[in-house]
């Protein structure tokens, strides 16, 4: 490390006396980039510029990126509370270097280099010199950056991490990036990064591409709904219209994929297993090439459209079943409610979806969209990014369509309802009675043929709502429990586990600890803890210690609340403690006790004192 420093030391000297600096006494990345920030003509004392767009210019770029801000906002929210509390701060940032989006703790925010990274604010190599998010840009990789190998010395006391976000094209659709004021290298948030990065580019490709048969595939079944899974788009005529970086990685002895047949990649012709996929089966089959894959369809309008079409008569389950199979869902009363949410959708019942944050409002709300089978998009208005003022962007303006007119022939997703101002509850009240609105600007009569579905967290779910709009949206209600009430924790956790190390256990004793928190950020919360634990693991067994310094300590246990057994020592009595608890919480119910903590009911028993 010395070394390191005493090198960069060196070539900064030479950069900022002679403009030019050694070759080799950088990382190749930061080389290149120096090389290309003096070829744009920067001077590496210059001081650092406010280079900002226009509110009508950001207004623009936002629009035009809305998609990538709406998908990765939940990924920035875990990413924040996965690496937050040490001076950092998360950006969203476009192909062109735009910040889009930003989460800071209050100390970054009061730094330098948090006045500088602000939305609007412009970080492309041509003009910034060198930094993680212009190198990411540019060279299309993973880039990170430390303090001095910045190339403006005005950018010396920070230090920043990007992964690039593609659209499955082959196109950069954005950049995030990580920033603090260490100048230690973060290879374990370099990790996380990266993985939010993924995440982002996969919802990108499932979301753009609702109406089109999207593919899981991986040479090993257990990674299938990891990040480490490749996906498949095919357009009608069974082409690739789009494929993630993971997918093109298992198929790179393929001269070509964008434009090429499934049918001359694989062995085995769609037509003959598009049943199969259909009903959720995860096949296994070879490519071209004689590698064999796992592969399966994602649950979307396409994949439903499809199920309904090839089985004309079936059981009453087999819709739930197909569009719930990649959602982890072993809680029996959740499971029931949910049930009916299919046939709801399909036929244009409005859907009120409430829970706590971090339930799975949005992913239920994105799986009754693709139950409607509907040619059109789901279009999300957040309730609370709308002021009065902004009613145009909701009805449109002159020459502008609003985001009713865009909603043409699909959903739209009312995100957070009762925060909504008064005036657009009243115009989408009116516009759910009659179907149709005038443009305010135009006078123009304006029929929208969409379908309705609402997302609240308040704890009175719509009763906030003006009474107009609120008996409009009570169609079809579903209450989604907080975690601390679902049987099916244990599952969950190995799900995330399972997403960073397809071989991942969690022992007994960890789980029970999970079972004792109350996880007040529910399933964000739990994915963002066990994520971190898993990425800390050496050999992908979750113990007990590995949430040590992730969750609070459990309150010390009266020796009356432990079995006989457990008194004494200190891990089995907090593990004893949790297995009350959690019967408790499930009120006495053993089988919802045991599944949620991924134990057998004799287990149970024994801590209970009782027998079976």
Same mark, same amino acid.
């Given at each position: 490390?010395?070394?390191?420093?005493?090198?960069?030391?060196?070539? #900064?000297?030479?950069?900022?006396?002679?403009? *030019?600096?050694?070759? =080799?006494?950088?990382? =190749?990345?930061?080389?290149?980039? $120096?090389?290309?920030?003096?070829?744009?003509?920067?001077?590496?004392?210059?001081?650092?510029?406010?280079?900002?767009?226009?509110?009508?210019?950001?207004?623009?770029?936002?629009?035009?990126?809305?998609?990538?801000?709406?998908?990765?906002?939940?990924?920035?929210?875990?990413?924040?509370?996965?690496?937050?509390?040490?001076?950092?701060?998360?950006?969203?940032?476009?192909?062109?270097?735009?910040?889009?989006?930003?989460?800071?703790?209050?100390?970054?925010?009061?730094?330098?280099?948090?006045?500088?990274?602000?939305? =609007?604010?412009? $970080?492309?190599?041509?003009?910034?010199?060198?930094?993680?998010?212009?190198?990411?840009?540019?060279?299309?990789?993973?880039?990170?950056?430390?303090?001095?190998?910045?190339?403006?010395?005005?950018h010396g006391d920070v230090s920043c991490i990007s992964a690039p976000i593609f659209d499955g094209a082959g196109q950069l659709a954005g950049v995030l990036d990580a920033s603090s004021m260490s100048a230690v290298r973060q290879q374990h948030t370099a990790a996380l990064v990266q993985m939010s990065a993924s995440s982002i580019e996969n919802s990108l490709i499932r979301v753009r591409?609702?109406?089109?048969?999207?593919?899981?595939?991986?040479?090993?079944?257990?990674?299938?709904?990891?990040?480490?899974?490749?996906?498949?788009?095919?357009?009608?005529?069974?082409?690739?219209?789009?494929?993630?970086?993971?997918?093109?990685?298992?198929?790179?002895?393929?001269?070509?994929?964008?434009?090429?047949?499934?049918?001359?990649?694989?062995?085995?012709?769609?037509?003959?297993?598009?049943? *199969?996929?259909?009903?959720?089966?995860?096949?296994?089959?070879?490519? *071209?090439?004689?590698?064999?894959?796992?592969?399966?369809? +994602?649950?979307?309008?396409?994949?439903?459209?499809?199920?309904? *079409?090839?089985?004309?008569?079936?059981?009453?389950?087999?819709?739930?079943?197909?569009?719930?199979?990649? +959602?982890?869902?072993?809680?029996?009363?959740? $499971?029931?409610?949910?049930?009916?949410?299919?046939?709801?959708?399909?036929?244009?019942? +409005?859907?009120?979806?409430?829970?706590?944050?971090?339930?799975?409002?949005?992913?239920?709300?994105?799986?009754?969209?693709?139950?409607?089978?509907?040619?059109?998009?789901?279009?999300?208005?957040?309730?609370?990014?709308?002021?009065?003022?902004?009613?145009?962007?909701?009805?449109?303006?002159?020459?502008?369509?609003?985001?009713?007119?865009?909603?043409?022939?699909?959903?739209?997703?009312?995100?957070?309802?009762?925060?909504?101002?008064?005036?657009?509850?009243?115009?989408?009240?009116?516009?759910?009675?009659?179907?149709?609105?005038?443009?305010?600007?135009?006078?123009?009569?304006?029929?929208?043929?969409?379908?309705?579905?609402?997302?609240?967290?308040?704890?009175?779910?719509?009763?906030?709502?003006?009474?107009?709009?609120?008996?409009?949206?009570?169609?079809?209600?579903?209450?989604?429990?907080?975690?601390?009430? #679902?049987?099916?924790?244990?599952?969950?956790?190995?799900?995330?586990a399972r997403s960073v190390r397809a071989e991942a256990r969690i022992s007994e004793t960890a789980l029970a600890r999970l079972a004792a928190h109350d996880w007040p950020g529910n399933l964000h919360e739990l994915r963002a803890t066990v994520i971190q634990a898993m990425l800390g693991s050496t050999d992908g067994v979750l113990e007990v210690t590995d949430f040590d310094a992730l969750l609070p300590q459990p309150a010390a246990v009266p020796v009356a609340d432990c079995c006989s057994q457990c008194t004494g020592v200190p891990w089995k009595e907090s593990q004893c403690q949790a297995i009350r608890t959690a019967v408790q919480r499930h009120e006495g119910n053993v089988s919802l006790a045991a599944r949620a903590l991924g134990m057998s009911r004799t287990t149970i028993?024994?801590?209970?004192?009782?027998?079976?």
């Open positions: 490390m010395e070394m390191q420093t005493s090198a960069l030391t060196r070539a #900064r000297h030479q950069l900022e006396t002679q403009g *030019r600096f050694p070759g =080799g006494a950088l990382p =190749g990345d930061i080389t290149e980039s $120096w090389l290309r920030s003096l070829d744009h003509g920067l001077d590496p004392l210059e001081r650092s510029r406010r280079l900002i767009q226009s509110s009508t210019e950001f207004t623009a770029t936002c629009q035009l990126h809305a998609d990538l801000i709406r998908f990765a906002r939940p990924e920035l929210e875990l990413l924040f509370d996965q690496i937050a509390g040490s001076n950092f701060m998360i950006a969203l940032g476009s192909p062109e270097g735009v910040v889009l989006d930003t989460m800071h703790d209050p100390q970054f925010a009061e730094t330098e280099a948090g006045a500088q990274v602000i939305p =609007g604010s412009v $970080w492309s190599e041509d003009l910034r010199g060198t930094n993680a998010m212009g190198v990411c840009i540019a060279t299309g990789r993973p880039a990170q950056v430390y303090g001095g190998e910045h190339f403006l010395r005005a591409h609702d109406r089109s048969i999207v593919l899981q595939f991986h040479p090993r079944p257990e990674y299938l709904g990891t990040l480490s899974m490749g996906m498949l788009v095919l357009g009608e005529d069974l082409t690739v219209t789009a494929i993630n970086r993971k997918g093109e990685m298992f198929l790179t002895g393929f001269p070509r994929l964008m434009g090429e047949s499934f049918d001359r990649i694989f062995e085995q012709p769609f037509a003959a297993i598009q049943r *199969r996929l259909a009903e959720g089966e995860t096949l296994r089959i070879r490519d *071209r090439i004689g590698s064999a894959v796992s592969l399966r369809a +994602v649950a979307n309008r396409a994949s439903f459209a499809l199920a309904r *079409r090839l089985r004309p008569v079936a059981d009453e389950a087999a819709p739930a079943k197909n569009l719930f199979r990649d +959602v982890v869902v072993e809680d029996p009363a959740l $499971w029931q409610r949910l049930q009916a949410l299919p046939d709801a959708a399909r036929r244009g019942v +409005v859907i009120a979806i409430s829970g706590e944050t971090g339930t799975g409002k949005a992913l239920i709300a994105r799986l009754a969209h693709a139950a409607m089978a509907r040619p059109g998009p789901l279009v999300v208005l957040d309730g609370r990014m709308l002021a009065e003022a902004d009613l145009p962007q909701l009805l449109g303006a002159e020459g502008q369509p609003g985001l009713l007119q865009q909603t043409e022939g699909g959903t739209l997703l009312l995100d957070e309802v009762t925060a909504l101002p008064q005036m657009a509850q009243a115009a989408l009240a009116g516009v759910l009675d009659s179907g149709e609105y005038r443009q305010p600007a135009t006078g123009a009569l304006i029929r929208c043929d969409l379908r309705v579905v609402s997302v609240t967290s308040e704890a009175g779910g719509l009763a906030g709502l003006l009474p107009a709009l609120r008996y409009r949206l009570e169609g079809f209600r579903l209450e989604l429990p907080p975690l601390r009430k #679902r049987a099916d924790l244990a599952a969950l956790a190995l799900r995330f028993y024994k801590h209970l004192g009782d027998e079976p």
